[in-house]
């Protein structure tokens, strides 16, 4: 970031640690770099004041930077891509906003939304997800943010799209999101759950059951999950990931993600799946880097600007550095299979009636 080294190929170097990791010394501090990312996102300690802190440092950016490298819908997440089983012969290749499409469909599918129901978003960005359901299904959503510019867009979004009697955005921590009679039908969250904290976690999903409906409510959330063997063995120590693009964070194994839905719904929720979508970040993530650089003048000219000019050439490239070292080491992490993500949906109970296709 400071310009001391050169590497024509951050992802390829970071990845060589990423896939020799166990036997390679822990004593190097580079070394520590891919277990230290279970603390990618947000540093423990998220109470409310500390979380609400965390969230505007990186989402209230500007909104004109996410929209230089996220594609049009502006989802900050993984996208879903087609498998090269799924593609047809002769088919181009698909967009950003194709798979992020597909993503949003994933979890609205999921969570079996129908017109009757009233759907929690959970950290829901610009509101893509929101607007897509209400135009599947005619639902009504509720989204929560922390972020004020998220909010500002996301609210011109909803009205652009015609939909502001079904949709309303609350700027409100999830832990005061405010409780409508019967509880939510649906509660989403797409990688919010990075940010929760790693003694919040249990206590997430403990404010999860208490909003969810208490007979037929649903939870989807997609989230991004370390391997057992990092999330055991967490490394000590700020990398430039924690410092400047996500202050803190806990990233947890699948297994304590299912514990804890678990130990905070008292066993109320039962998970249904778990779908894994991990090494699709590798190519999301290229896109975003790609799209970064391409739009970099752009880029550049707006930052300067938000500095009032008061920028010298080496502070503007550190910062150009800085997202590109995100980007290149977290799809390292992600083409190496150390950290994944996830689609988990739980529910009340089982429930017979919406089995499609069984025969009884």
């Known amino acids: 970031m400071l310009q001391e080294i050169e590497c024509d190929d951050l992802v390829s170097l970071v990845g060589i640690y990423a896939a020799n990791w166990r036997s390679l010394s822990s004593s190097s501090i580079f070394l520590q770099l891919l277990p230290k990312l279970q603390y990618l996102f947000l540093r ?8 609400l802190q965390n969230a505007r440092s990186h989402y209230d950016t500007s909104n004109n930077l996410f929209a230089s490298f996220l594609s049009t819908d502006m989802s900050y997440s993984c996208a879903l891509w087609k498998t090269e089983a799924e593609k047809k012969s002769g088919e181009k ?11 949003v469909h994933n ?6 939304i129908r017109k009757e129901h009233h759907i929690l978003d959970i950290g829901g960005g610009w509101a893509f997800l929101a607007i897509e359901a209400v135009k599947r299904t005619g639902c009504r959503v509720t989204v929560i943010t922390l972020s004020v510019e998220q909010k500002s867009l996301g609210e011109q979004r909803v009205k652009d799209a015609g939909l502001e009697d ?11 999101t405010p409780l409508p009679e019967g509880g939510y039908d649906r509660i989403v969250s797409v990688e919010m759950l990075e940010h929760v904290g790693k003694g919040f976690m249990d206590g997430y999903f403990a404010t999860i059951n208490r909003l969810l409906n208490p007979t037929s409510g649903i939870m989807v959330i997609q989230g991004i999950t370390a391997i057992n063997q990092i999330h055991e063995n967490p490394v000590q120590m700020d990398n430039f990931l924690d410092r400047y693009i996500f202050p803190g964070g806990y990233l947890p194994s699948v297994h304590r993600l299912l514990d804890a839905i678990n130990v905070g719904s008292k066993g109320e929720l039962e998970v249904q799946t778990v779908q894994s979508i991990g090494p699709h970040y590798v190519k999301t993530l290229r896109s975003w880097r790609e799209k970064f650089l391409k ?12 500095r009032k000019g008061k920028m010298s050439e080496a502070e503007v490239e550190a910062w150009r550095r800085r997202w590109i070292y995100y980007f290149s080491y977290c799809e390292a ?6 950290i994944g993500d996830n689609v988990v949906v739980a529910r009340r109970r089982p ?10």
Do not use: H, M, T
Request: glycine letters at 4%; a negative charge.
């Open 166 to 176: 079904q949709i309303e955005i609350l700027l409100c921590d999830y832990r005061q």
């Open 93 to 103: 290749e698909e967009s950003l906003e194709e798979a992020q499409l597909r993503k």
């Open 333 to 338: 992490a992600f083409r190496a299979g150390v």
């Open 107 to 112: 979890i609205i599918d999921k969570a079996s």
């Open 44 to 51: 423990p300690g998220n109470d409310e004041r500390n979380a």
């Open 295 to 306: 739009n970099w003048k752009p880029i550049r000219e707006e930052f300067e600007s938000s």
């Open 351 to 360: 429930s017979a009636d919406e089995a499609k296709g069984v025969l009884f």
